[in-house]
């Protein structure tokens, strides 16, 4: 849209003032058309970038506020159209530019940094996002705060409809006018409303939960753009983001493994047990989501009609992934891993970080995807030919020290658990039962850098198999102590 409007600025004049005047009245009209305006990048939340991905493992930097602080990236980021990321750590909200210098940051003091949430651009540029302080703004892009709405304790992203109508979540759904006013607010008999998405009608879907580790069946809902219930269906404690079809459908899971897709009158197409989350869904239809199936996860494919396209093993998937514009799917995990999958489910490649990753990739204008992890870093992954392209063999000394989550996870038989050191150290590598007592000493020697891995067989140091449950492996490095739960089952 806008590469057609510099066109017509260059070759016919005479309209220049019909069109300023066109985008002028129609400024709060869309979200950002810009490189990533929200999670899911459009309000269908589909992952489907315009922009192709990175096709080689290249790291451009990552960013860090300080070294001596533990600064967790929780939120995952939005790119606006000149390249600036917006994306907040434990503490504060930063804008930077895209070689990963700070553009601006709101300051701890006022914030006190961001829910696990991402945030929002609409199409003038506006920020929007619900702040640790307990208060949604919406902040000028040159970092100053437009308005304040208070007494906001979501822990869900908004979303921007067509009309400029601003939706978050919390016990309630509330509908904002640009400038900040109420314009409607649904109440339901539920604890908590989760991350919504708005469907080629406008309608508007969003799921209920209960932050509960019990299973409630809480309700589905399908609200009408003026606030009102179109239809409900319970299934299950809803904290996924619903993903919507370009033909209407709406794909949605529970935490009771259940998986559902949902026509646009609220009837069920179809539904798949033992797979859970948010999904994304590709060009050509295909549904991504991941899942567990004996014992392993799985990010699986699906066809429109529900019947399996392929799957892939996985860690365990908490985010959907993003979808470059040639189909590559790039998705992170729990356990810190990082993948780019070809849509036919060949790995392309895999990059492991230091410690869990829970934020949904973001591609930007350029093709970088970025994203944030526990390990309070801030990654930016180039195009080939931009970076240093990194190789996960035993020929590089990593920059990063890390403790993999072990695969298979659970296990019955034996599990493989994989780690980096960036320098020498002596290395202790220890399994505990969740009482704390040492059930298996795996290493206790010096090593050199490098990427190392190591196996165990569900025996203890008497060489007696331990009985079924979590277990901790821990890893000792110098002053760097990385800690990993796992499953064993007989």
């Not at 804008?95 to 991402?118: F, H, P, R």
Request: glycine share 10%; net charge negative; aromatic share 14%.
């Amino acid at each position: 849209m806008k590469k057609h409007s510099l066109i017509f600025f260059l070759c016919v004049p005479s309209l220049v003032l019909l069109l300023t005047i066109h985008f002028q009245s129609n400024i709060f009209a869309q979200p950002s058309n810009s490189g990533w305006p929200m999670q899911g990048f459009d309000m269908r939340r589909t992952g489907r970038s315009p922009y192709e991905g990175p096709n080689a493992l290249n790291i451009l930097w990552k960013f860090q506020v300080d070294d001596v602080t533990w600064r967790p990236f929780l939120c995952s980021a939005v790119v606006d159209t000149d390249g600036t990321i917006y994306v907040g750590d434990s503490r504060d909200f930063f804008a930077l530019n895209s070689d990963g210098t700070v553009k601006w940051n709101l300051g701890e003091e006022m914030v006190k940094g961001i829910y696990g949430t991402s945030p929002v651009i609409g199409s003038d540029g506006t920020i929007y996002a619900t702040f640790k302080d307990k208060v949604f703004r919406a902040i000028n892009p040159d970092g100053t705060i437009k308005w304040s709405y208070p007494d906001s304790s979501s822990q869900s992203n908004p979303i921007i409809g067509q009309d400029g109508t601003i939706y978050i979540t919390h016990k309630n759904v509330t509908a904002l006018h640009p400038d900040g006013s109420v314009k409607w607010v649904f109440n339901a008999d539920v604890p908590y409303f989760s991350t919504p998405a708005i469907g080629p009608d406008s309608t508007i879907y969003v799921g209920s939960n209960s932050y509960s580790v019990m299973v409630v069946y809480l309700p589905f809902f399908a609200l009408n753009p003026d606030g009102t219930e179109k239809w409900r269906h319970t299934m299950g404690d809803i904290a996924a983001t619903p993903a919507i079809g370009d033909d209407g459908t709406i794909y949605v899971g529970g935490s009771g493994s259940n998986f559902y897709a949902f026509n646009p009158d609220g009837t069920v197409k179809w539904y798949k047990e033992s797979v859970h989350g948010s999904a994304s869904i590709g060009i050509d239809g295909t549904i991504y989501v991941g899942g567990w199936m004996e014992g392993q996860y799985y990010l699986f494919a699906y066809n429109p009609d529900g019947t399996v396209k392929w799957q892939l093993p996985t860690t365990i998937l908490l985010s959907p992934p993003a979808i470059g514009s040639n189909g590559t799917l790039y998705i992170t995990a729990h356990g810190g891993d990082f993948y780019a999958i070809h849509p036919d489910g060949t790995l392309l490649w895999h990059y492991q970080v230091g410690h869990d990753v829970d934020t949904y990739p973001a591609i930007g204008p350029d093709g970088t995807v970025y994203f944030g992890s526990f390990d309070g870093y801030f990654y930016a992954f180039g195009r080939e030919g931009i970076g240093i392209t990194e190789k996960y063999d035993n020929s590089d000394i990593p920059d990063v020290f890390v403790l993999e989550q072990n695969t298979p996870n659970p296990f019955n038989a034996t599990t493989t658990i994989l780690y980096q050191l960036t320098k020498d150290a002596q290395v202790k590598l220890v399994i505990y039962n969740v009482a704390g007592q040492k059930m298996k000493t795996l290493i206790n020697e010096k090593k050199s850098p490098g990427f190392y891995s190591m196996k165990w067989d569900g025996k203890d140091d008497s060489g007696i198999e331990v009985s079924s449950g979590i277990y901790l492996y821990q890893l000792l490095a110098g002053n760097h102590r990385l800690t990993r739960k796992m499953l064993f089952l007989r």
